[in-house]
C-alpha cells in the first residue's frame, strides 16, 4: 500500500463507489461525489447502495448508475460463500478502474477488491476499521476532520480535486407527497431513532406538540410506542415512504429533528432546522448546515455559533422559542 499522500490522477473511464449504508452517511457522501463528476465529467460514476437508500440517489446527475448491495442474502456463513461471485459480476459487467471505499469497513473492503478491474485503484480512508486498509492501494488521510462530510471530501481532495474552493451540492430528490399533504405552514418533528438514548419519550412528543399550538405539528418517522393525539397534531409515524418523507422535510416550515439519518437529509436541504442531541456530540454528527440550529443540554446554539447559546432548559421552552422566532408573522413557504 502506497502512502498517504495528494495524487494527481489521470481521468479514470469508469469509478465505482462503496458506500451501501446508512441514511446519513449515505447523504454526508453527497458532496464528495458531486466534486468527482465535477471534476471528472466524462467518468462514468457507479454507487454501489443497500436497496433501502437507494432512493437517496434517484435522478441524482452525478451518479450514472446505481448499483443495489442485497445485504440481507449476505448474512451468516452461508451469505459469504453468495458475497464472492456477486462481486465478480459485478467485476465483469463494470469494469470499475477507480474503486472508492467511503464505508471503511471489512465488508466493503472485501467487495472493493472483488470488483476492481485488472488495474484498478482501491483508495480508502485513513480511519477504516476492521482491516480494511489492508485491501486498498493508497490511503487517503482524514487528519483531525472530526464531521463524516469534511472526512469524505478529503477522499476527493487525495484525488487531486478541490474542494476548499467549491460549493457543495446535496443532490436530494425532491419527493413524493404523502397521500393526503399537509398544508404549508407546518413544523415537522421527528422524534425518534434507531440509536440509543437519542429518541424522545412519547411524553416529551406530547409536551413538546401541545406547546407548538396552534401551529400544526407533523410527527413522522418509525416508532414502536404510541403518541398522544393532538389537535394540531399530524400523526404519520410508520406511514411514510422514504420519498415521502423527503417531500415532508422540503416542505417544512421547520423541522425539528432528534440526531438521526432524516436530520442530515434536513440539515441538506434547510437551515430551518433545530438537531436534538441527548449524549452524541453535534460537532461530529450534527447538522452539516452553519445555519443549523443544534439543542443539547439546554442549550440551543448554531452549528457554527456555539458560543453565542441561549438557555433553553426544556422542549417545552424551545417550542415557545420557535413559535415567537420561526412562525412569528405571515408564514413564507421555504423550498430547498
Known amino acids: ?7 494527481s490522477v489521470s481521468p479514470p473511464a469508469s469509478i465505482l463507489v462503496i458506500k451501501p449504508s446508512s441514511l446519513g452517511d449515505v447523504v454526508h457522501t453527497l458532496p464528495a461525489v458531486a466534486l468527482l463528476k465535477k471534476h471528472w465529467p466524462q467518468s462514468r460514476i457507479r454507487w454501489l447502495i443497500n436497496p433501502e437508500w437507494a ?30 461471485p456477486w462481486a465478480r459480476a459485478i467485476r ?12 471503511g469497513l471489512l465488508r466493503s473492503a472485501l467487495i472493493t477488491r472483488l470488483c476492481r478491474a485488472l488495474r484498478g485503484r482501491i483508495i480508502g480512508l485513513s480511519d477504516a476499521r476492521e ?16 464531521h463524516a462530510v469534511d472526512r469524505y471530501l478529503r477522499l476527493a481532495a487525495f484525488l487531486g480535486i478541490d474542494t ?4 457543495l451540492q446535496w443532490r436530494l430528490p425532491p419527493g413524493v407527497p404523502p397521500r393526503n399533504p399537509p398544508k404549508a405552514g407546518y413544523l415537522l418533528l421527528h422524534p425518534f431513532s434507531r440509536g440509543a438514548g437519542k429518541s424522545l419519550s412519547p411524553k416529551e412528543v406530547s409536551e413538546f406538540c401541545r ?39 422540503r416542505n417544512a416550515g421547520f ?26 456530540d453535534p460537532q461530529k454528527v450534527g447538522p452539516y448546515s452553519p445555519g ?3 439543542w443539547k443540554a439546554g442549550r440551543l446554539f448554531q452549528q457554527k455559533k456555539p458560543e453565542a447559546a441561549r438557555t433553553m432548559p426544556d422542549l417545552v421552552q424551545l417550542a415557545v422559542f420557535l413559535k415567537a422566532e420561526a412562525f412569528s408573522g405571515k408564514f413564507v413557504e421555504h423550498r430547498a
Request: hydrophobic residues 50%; aromatic residues 6%; glycine residues 6%.
Open 211 to 249: 406547546a407548538m399550538a396552534p401551529i400544526r405539528v407533523v410527527v413522522a418517522g418509525r416508532a414502536d410506542e404510541p403518541v398522544a393525539a393532538a389537535d394540531n397534531v399530524i400523526n404519520l409515524l410508520n406511514a411514510t415512504t422514504l420519498e415521502e418523507l423527503i417531500w415532508l422535510i
Open 164 to 167: 476548499a474552493g467549491s460549493e
Open 1 to 7: 500500500m502506497s502512502p498517504a499522500a495528494p495524487s
Open 131 to 146: 482491516g480494511a486498509r489492508f485491501f486498498y492501494d493508497q490511503v487517503a488521510d482524514v487528519g483531525d476532520k472530526p
Open 92 to 103: 465483469a459487467a463494470h469494469r470499475s478502474e477507480l474503486v472508492l471505499d467511503f464505508q
Open 255 to 280: 423541522v425539528v429533528s432528534v440526531d438521526s439519518g432524516p436530520m442530515h437529509i434536513a440539515a441538506a436541504i434547510t437551515a430551518r432546522l433545530v438537531s436534538i442531541h441527548t449524549w452524541s
Open 55 to 84: 432512493p437517496l440517489l434517484a435522478a441524482n446527475p452525478d451518479i450514472d448508475e446505481v448499483v443495489l448491495f442485497p445485504r440481507s442474502e449476505f448474512r451468516g456463513l452461508k451469505g459469504l460463500k453468495k458475497i464472492i
Open 292 to 294: 443549523a440550529w443544534v
